[in-house]
């Protein structure tokens, strides 16, 4: 049996089971039968079934177009997986395991391989057949205690190529250090003893000469942790910040001279006898606090006020020589997306955002200590996933690689649905929507080689296509996004809906 | 198993213990390392489960397998709760990362454990009465 047919036939078993046997006490179906009895009506569930496979491989993808010489290299890519273990499935769309996937581009061809990261919980649980720990917004029954961030490290976020290492990031421990030609995961990487188990955030941002700003929250304690890591991956100073209280920041800014966090007024309030996610509070009438970070000196810093907003994530910022710091980012009114989507998708109901997140530019006058915002995208044109090209990291940029869905022609799913490359000084934008039955995950720009920033180069994203079941990646000409693919490579199965990732060139 | 006459151990023996003593017969279990010392703090009382108040009694025991046990008819009946510690390195404290989550070994009686902290004593606490008491703790690691 292949892994498609395979995907299929637990579907229909579950359809079959769903309506009596998987049964909770309260005499609800089970999470794992609604969601496999909402697949039949709603096909591009199949993103969000998950996978028991520890491997997937592909040596040949189909090629259809042409796929440019100038494009080799790896897209390492991470994103949650197993979302069952047993007759448990998780609640929320963040708690599945990590998975890497390689898609390698050569001269023969594109190959594909996927392999679950060993977290110790995934080692763990496999071996149980049950889940034992809490999780991000799912509790099972009898779970064990934790005893640390790592013992819970799912390492489901994104990937990070630094320092000659590979890394699989989460947001609340350590990155797990992964083999790049087996994936096979090696260990926890600690940058020293002293910082093992310390978060260390998915969106670390590396400066054009490979040094690397991170931050990470410490929910128990009021702490967001600052690592500054050199271009050999050496740790160079950690620091701490009080901050309370404290939200869940998943991504922040860094510019020559800054670094700007948003902790918005989603606070970590209750004891968590409620999973990690439900301990959060929104407070719409609040506002959000913007922490701006003398990059050389942690103790120097001062705060700022921005409406209440959810940002999960940013483009690029920048500095100017009168110090008014440039940045922009997929500004979201509520973080309802996470608090209700991504749990309600886990069991197969109606996925609604009525806080669809759009691109905005910000300026934070580092004189006057102001921030202020505006929408570079009008309300029913939504956005997120945003990508700049490597090299103007940090410095003045003038584009990004979003995806979009545009209210009014938005596909028979509720995913976005079109990739864009945006002008952020002039709000132009070159766009391709996709076909209805495909889903885009997160498109990255890949500069050719020897040319200039933000100039010639490609858009790399995977899709997945819910009607043919298959999971395939795009590259477009940067130039000239709106005519469509210049190549496709398919695989004959489907990979869950991802997250973040890179592209390595060779 | 090692075990070791834990009275010899005791370095605060309240003067009146002797006078209605029940048994109480502790295990400590995933000790995974052979270095160093299991250290043991027994406390009475919220204020004791804080540190904010010295412990009833402490032991420190060699870490020389899997297990360690003591049993004490030192303590009058009530309530109590005990902290273990592995002292993987020696250095006499509980090693923690930058932001404090303990680097060695822990536990603390009825294998009570927080969130993003210690337990609370009401979760750790446990009474020794007319038949003594029984407490099996498991290292967290």
Request: charged share 20%; net charge negative; proline share 7%.
């Amino acid at each position: 049996m292949n892994r498609r047919n395979f995907i299929r036939s637990t579907a229909a078993a579950g359809i079959v089971t769903g309506s009596g046997l998987h049964v909770q006490a309260n005499g609800a179906p089970s999470w794992k039968a609604a969601f496999r009895a909402a697949l039949d009506n709603k096909p591009w569930l199949l993103g969000f079934l998950g996978t028991d496979a520890q491997q997937f491989t592909t040596a040949n993808a189909r090629i259809e177009g042409r796929l440019p010489d100038a494009l080799r290299g790896t897209l390492y890519r991470n994103g949650p997986a197993r979302h069952e273990i047993g007759d448990y499935r998780y609640h929320h769309w963040f708690d599945g395991d990590g998975m890497v996937q390689a898609y390698r581009f050569t001269d023969a061809g594109v190959s594909h391989h996927g392999r679950m990261i060993g977290t110790s919980k995934y080692v763990a649980e496999s071996l149980a057949g049950r889940p034992l720990y809490p999780g991000f917004g799912s509790i099972p029954d009898n779970t064990l205690p934790v005893t640390g961030p790592d013992s819970v490290n799912v390492a489901n976020i994104s990937m990070l190529h630094h320092g000659g290492k590979l890394l699989a990031l989460w947001e609340a421990g350590s990155p797990h250090e992964i083999d790049p030609d087996t994936l096979d995961t090696r260990s926890i990487h600690s940058y020293s003893p002293q910082m093992r188990g310390v978060p260390f955030s998915a969106h670390p941002r590396v400066e054009p000469d490979g040094t690397l700003w991170n931050f990470g929250y410490v929910s128990g304690a009021s702490l967001i942790v600052l690592w500054h890591i050199d271009p050999q991956g050496n740790l160079v100073k950690a620091g701490k910040v009080p901050v309370n209280p404290i939200s869940m920041p998943h991504d922040f800014v860094v510019t020559d001279r800054h670094i700007v966090i948003l902790n918005p007024p989603l606070y970590y309030e209750t004891e968590a006898t409620t999973d990690f996610l439900s301990a959060h509070v929104w407070h719409p009438e609040r506002a959000t606090q913007v922490l701006v970070i003398d990059k050389n000196d942690f103790d120097n810093r001062f705060t700022c006020e921005l409406p209440a907003q959810w940002v999960f994530h940013f483009g690029n910022a920048w500095e100017d020589k009168a110090g008014v710091i440039r940045f922009d980012g997929a500004r979201a009114d509520s973080p309802m997306v996470m608090l209700t989507s991504f749990r309600d998708v886990m069991r197969g109901l109606e996925v609604r955002d009525d806080a669809p997140a759009r691109h905005h530019n910000y300026r934070i006058d580092t004189r006057t200590r102001t921030a202020r915002e505006e929408a570079l995208l009008p309300v029913g044109l939504a956005s997120e996933f945003p990508g700049i090209d490597a090299r103007v990291s940090t410095k003045r940029h003038h584009r990004v690689v979003v995806l979009t869905s545009r209210q009014g022609s938005k596909a028979p799913h509720p995913m976005l649905d079109a990739v864009t490359l945006l002008d952020i000084d002039g709000g132009g934008q070159d766009t391709y929507r996709y076909p209805d039955t495909q889903i885009p995950e997160e498109h990255l720009f890949v500069p050719a080689p020897g040319s200039a920033p933000e100039s010639d180069g490609f858009i790399v994203g995977t899709f997945l296509d819910w009607r043919t079941q298959r999971t395939g990646i795009n590259v477009f000409d940067a130039t000239n996004v709106a005519s469509g693919p210049i190549g496709t490579a398919t695989l004959d199965y489907v990979v869950p809906l991802g997250l973040h990732g890179k592209f390595v060139s060779a | 198993m090692y075990r070791m006459p834990a009275l010899f151990c005791l370095v605060v023996i309240p003067l009146t213990a002797s006078a209605a003593a029940e048994t109480l017969d502790v295990q400590i279990s995933d000790v995974r390392a052979t270095t160093g010392n299991v250290m043991i703090a027994i406390v009475a009382g919220a204020d004791g489960f804080a540190d904010k108040t010295q412990p009833i009694a402490s032991l420190i025991l060699p870490a020389r397998g899997d297990t360690v046990a003591f049993t004490t008819n030192a303590l009058p009946a009530g309530e109590y709760a005990i902290r273990v510690m592995h002292d993987v390195n020696g250095n006499g404290e509980l090693d923690a990362n930058f932001v404090g989550v303990p680097t060695e070994p822990y536990g603390f009686s009825n294998d009570a454990s927080g969130s993003f902290g210690p337990p609370k004593w009401e979760a750790a606490r446990f009474s020794i009465g007319a038949d003594g008491a029984v407490q099996r703790i498991t290292l967290n690691h």
